[in-house]
């Protein structure tokens, strides 16, 4: 049978967004993420037409997954998107990092006849579950009913690192019926956010889900917790800094350790920042001044898609008013869509990004390049990407997870901090990551600020320690440290790498969220918890470090407490147990 | 819980007190008269021999914040270096001796006797997160002061000359983001330094695109402090910052706003050490502390605090962004540096004091030098710019050498032998007392801050903020027994907030939460100047202007001090 070598990517794509907030064992979610996306040519070279399934085969495992032509033509490049999928074929090795590869991988991909297997059907045959998978409430969540209709302005969208709080949303009998100025991801969130809810508190008996008391199960989780050697507390990107602070203390007292979902994005960016610093400003200085803007590993317009619109090349600024007066460049290893609406697209190759920048650098300096192309780009192009950049009044660049994930990881980011710290020998030049999770950077903040580190935090010492590649969660699981889990507002059982899931799912494991998740529906412990910024209030970061309050607009389902105060219940029973006083 | 403190030496300047042996009664969180303590029930500490001082006040230093929390991120190495421990149910953990986490950093005023500390730098889009970490900082009370000099709308009231929609504009914003004061820093360099530009930038130099110098910012807004009859004078950190000749940008500062007031405070120089330096380059360098004290003997609309340094590691940080990138260009390890749209930006650098270096040796000398040529200790306080200068924790050190001209001895025996040629302190005698201590450390911050009805004092009435040390200032001469002052003010015997026991024989015993001060106006301002901010923030900034408002529910313990208005 044919089949073809291919650099295989995965991450986030807008339909995989838009589904996954209807539920991870929707038929949404199953049509849109257990997906390859190939070139046409590549397709034709299989022998295959669209809708066909394939088997995608690395170095760490293989999967089944249906075939579709990508819009934009990259041929040698194979895409699919982020979740039970992609995980059983990335790279897990961190390398001592605390990253695992999750792009940039060598894979094979041949025709196949086997059908693709739903979420429930990995867990059972690839990862051999035997737990009980709970017949999920039926998803809608009962609302009292309210007559009056009202309209919520300025409301912030708890989505993407991007926190638009421009929103307008319409409220009628208790339930969000309309939003308005939000983009597709946001939409999907907000309208979506009463389908797919856990309702009710539940605990595993005889390896059963069922139903059970709220204070019951914080009982159940808080024993699990004092009773393991040395617990893990994950998640916390999707949650108020108030529950992550809360989080933190219970981590604390616990001797376990704290990890954020920062470690499997932009934790490279962190341990760069830490060696050589970085050179960065709000996104309110890049719409007033920018006049150029650089896009470079990422894809905005699936990620974060109102940023063009609202920060960058779109938006009117006080000095710079228009598109016209800016330029737009995008570097990636694949023509994206953000790519087709740039100035110049500079297409790099796979896990070269590290050479790019440092030719870029070395232009900058005034040396000479004598090869033709450095990482697939022509010299010429290089010069001329060098020359925008030095003849900018002020440029910036913003860089997303093509440079954490790919080969090199913090080495890459180091490398970019570099390159602009010296442009401001030239010219005003700044670096902005383009954080996901709505709150990842504020979970990075809460932890810095309260350990003094921002991320894979060890209390086992009765003091914070942090050694990305030993405290960092994918290395904890994937290793075998830890003897319990307690997942806050994530899903790791559906984005985390094979080893780390197999581990898991043979541990003690918690999980508080406001919807159904694979994480939830094989925990030993649900919890439900109200969505942060609709349900209940707290304070989110944006992608620039600006805090931005999230407001509550309507009721949580009955019984239903934030993640706040279950945490207050759980750390208080956790204290009890453990004989400390006080709280 | 009722406390008395009995036979100490008591120092309390603020009601003239001068080390008399006295009981200090303590009901109900404040000082109140010994008859009114049952005995029965009250603790009793035995103060016989020992210190008693109200707590202390640090007026400056860089504890919370965006750009505090940028430096734990970027200094790793501190964090690996410096921890303390978790002690279940009485404190928590946390790591850093430069730039410590939040909880530590409570635990480490309280050690030295501290009760009050004032975050000098936040800009008001990130002043949320300000108040976030000033929330997790335990025990002391606190507040924030907000950067102004750059901000475009204050800057457009200004440049139009219009100073009541200033003053309104400024109180609004206070209240808004729960500040206490304005704070300046380097004026207009943030506006320039959008454009890369701003090194350097003096004080009658344009700040471009306005029609304003920095000297019109300092001045206007000093006006619009002293009209709003906000409790702290404008808090400014000069222009030309840590560059050599920035003595006469500060003169020229300190005598823009002389005609303003003959007797009254009303403008504060902030680290007043960074910029007291003459000469036209590094290698030059010479100290301007006589020149800085004799225009502070001379005029009483100044107070200053010293900005001291201390050898070893240091991370600089300040809202003066092309400094830090300058100082980059020297230091060559790390760099940090972050705009904030329409309001400010800041930079952070690591940097290392050494013994042995000229510049940094006459540093350390021009510091005490200030502090000593200053004959009015009510307006010279000690500060280091933590973590600029030193680490908080070097106060006890700066108290002692302030105090024995043979400690000051000691420590010049290893230093750069250039820069004490340079330098006046080998010639200076004065030695200050524990009174002058106590006034320079509480009653003068105190009212410096506009707290000193409450704050720095242990007369009746008095929020019960009380440091004891273990030194007995009779039998002990801190000119000679230096070491052993030291090693009290290290370490508080006891440190008592709000009328309970935090700190027993130099330990956290107790963990409480202290107050955040911020200025509400008496009358409600919103509505009138909603529409023109509005305006302005929908062409400036990427929030919504409902949303940069912050509730006072946000505040862990908030406590509005109320001014302007009817």
Known sequence: ?583 | MEILIKNGYVYDPMNNIKGDVMDIAIKDGKIVEPSEIDLQRAKVIDAKGKVVMPGGIDIHAHVAGPKVNSGRIMMLNDHYRSFMKLVPGRRRSGTGKYTPSTYITGYRYARMGWTTVIEPASPPLKTRHTHEELNDIPIVDKACLILMDSNRIILNYLDNKDYEGCKEFILWLLEAVKGYGVKLVDPGTAVLWSWGRGYGLDVDDPVEPYSLTPRDIVEGLCRVNLELGLPHPLHVHCNKLGIPGNCETTLKTMDAVSRLSSDKVILHITHVQFNAYLGGNWYDLGTGSEKIAKYVNTHKHVSLDMGQIDFGTATTMTADAPFEYALFHMARWKWLGTDVEAEAAAGIVPYKYRRRNFVNALQWCIGLEIALLVEDPWRVMITTDHPNGAPFTRYPKIMTLLMSKRFREEVMKKLNRRALRKAILPSIDREYDLYEIAVMTRAAPAKLLGLERTKGHLGIGADADVAIYDINPKELDPSRDYEKYLKAFKRAEYTIKSGEIVVMKGEVVNEVYGKTFYVKAKTKLEEEIYGEVEKFFREWYTVELQNYIIAEHELRNPQPIYVGGA
């Open chain 1, 1 to 583: 049978m044919t089949s073809i070598e291919v650099t295989l990517v995965t991450g986030r794509s807008l339909a995989q967004g838009i589904a996954l907030e209807k539920g991870k064992l929707s038929e949404d979610y199953l049509k849109n993420v257990a997906v390859v996306e190939l070139d046409e040519n590549d397709l034709r070279r299989l022998g295959i037409s669209e809708g066909d399934t394939v088997k995608v085969k690395t170095k760490f495992g293989e999967v089944v997954v249906k075939a579709i032509k990508s819009r934009e033509p990259h041929p040698g490049i194979a895409f699919i998107p982020m979740g039970p999928w992609a995980s059983l074929v990335v790279d897990p090795s961190t390398e001592g990092s605390g990253m695992p590869t999750l792009k940039g991988i060598h894979a094979e991909i041949s025709p196949t006849k086997e059908p693709v297997m739903n979420p429930v059907e990995i867990l059972r045959r690839v990862y051999n579950l035997t737990k009980k998978i709970p017949p999920m409430d039926p998803a809608e969540v009962v609302v009292v009913k309210e007559e009056t209709k009202r309209i919520e302005k300025h409301v912030t969208c708890a989505f993407c690192g991007s926190l638009c709080d421009d929103l307008e949303v319409v409220i009628s009998g208790g339930r969000i019926i309309d939003v308005r100025k939000a983009c597709a991801l946001g939409r999907s969130k907000i309208l979506h956010a009463h389908e797919n809810r856990i309702l009710s508190a539940y605990i595993r008996k005889n390896g059963e889900l069922v139903k059970a008391d709220l204070k019951e199960a914080i009982r159940h989780a808080a024993k699990i917790l004092v009773n393991a050697d040395y617990p893990l507390l994950y998640g916390w990107s999707s949650t108020s800094v108030e529950a992550i602070k809360l989080g933190l203390e219970l981590a604390e007292i616990l001797g376990g350790a704290f990890d954020n979902t920062s470690v499997i994005c932009h934790g490279p960016s962190i341990q760069a920042l830490q060696e050589v610093g970085l050179v960065t400003c709000t996104l309110g200085q890049v719409k007033n001044y920018a006049d150029l803007i650089i896009y470079w590993g990422c894809n905005p317009l699936h990620a974060h898609p109102r940023h063009l619109a609202r920060y960058t090349v779109l938006s009117r600024g006080v000095y710079v008013k228009s598109r016209k007066e800016r330029k737009f460049v995008v570097v990636d290893v694949r023509q994206t869509s953000t790519a087709r609406a740039a100035d110049l697209f500079i297409k790099v190759r796979p896990n070269e990004d590290y050479e790019l920048l440092s030719a870029l650098r070395m232009i900058i300096k005034g040396f000479d390049i004598e090869a033709s192309e450095v990482a697939g780009v022509p010299i010429e192009k290089i010069y001329e990407l060098a020359d925008m950049m030095m003849s900018a009044k002020f440029g910036v660049i913003f860089y997303g997870l093509g440079l954490t994930m790919t080969k090199g990881k913090s080495r890459n980011i180091e490398e970019v901090i570099k390159l602009v710290q010296e442009l401001n020998e030239w010219t005003k030049f700044v670096l902005i990551p383009m954080r996901g999770h709505y709150n990842v950077t504020g979970a990075n903040q809460v932890c810095a600020w309260t350990t003094g580190y921002p991320y894979s935090i060890d209390f086992r010492r009765g003091y914070p320690r942090h050694i990305p590649g030993l405290t960092s969660a994918p290395d904890l699981l994937a290793n075998g440290d830890v003897d319990a889990v307690l997942i806050v507002a994530s899903d790791p059982v559906a984005h985390f790498p094979n080893e780390a899931v197999r581990h898991m799912l043979k541990i003690p494991l918690i999980t508080i969220d406001p919807k159904w998740s694979l994480t939830a529906t094989v925990s030993d412990v649900v919890i439900p918890s109200a969505i942060v910024g609709l349900e209940c209030e707290g304070t989110a970061y944006r992608m620039d470090a600006v805090p931005i309050r999230l407001r509550k607009l309507i009721e949580p389902p009955p019984g239903v407490l934030s993640d706040e105060e279950i945490l207050r219940m759980l750390l208080d029973e956790v204290k009890k147990l453990k004989g400390i006083g006080g709280s």
